[in-house]
């Protein structure tokens, strides 16, 4: 599915450590459901922080599967990887249940 995985920063440079993260994460989903067929993920700030506001670091992840798209919107968070992992274990809880609807459970 690498070839139909988006990868966005908005407000925030690019980094290929943050852009490798995610590339894995986005694998490790795979493995609870296989038919995943696009994935976008957008990182995100605040386009302009108020004086002495600690940064603040969203990231949205567009799961789209068979039959509908899951969104995952996690909180803000001043740490991006904690960003990253909020909204990661968002996405796996969803696709998880999605599965399970999908077998009946």
């Avoid at 068979?66 to 996405?91: E, M, N, R, W, Y």
């Amino acid at each position: 599915m690498d070839s139909s995985l988006k990868i966005s920063f908005h407000n925030v440079p690019h980094s290929d450590a943050v852009e490798t993260d995610i590339r894995e994460r986005v694998a490790k989903l795979e493995g609870f459901f296989d038919r995943i067929v696009g994935c976008r993920v957008v990182v995100e700030a605040p386009a302009k922080n108020l004086e002495g506001a600690a940064a603040s670091f969203a990231v949205k992840i567009e799961i789209a599967v068979p039959g509908q798209d899951i969104v995952v919107k996690a909180t803000p968070s001043p740490d991006l990887h904690s960003a990253l992992a909020q909204s990661f274990d968002a996405a796996k809880r969803r696709l998880k249940t999605h599965a399970e609807r999908r077998r009946g459970l």
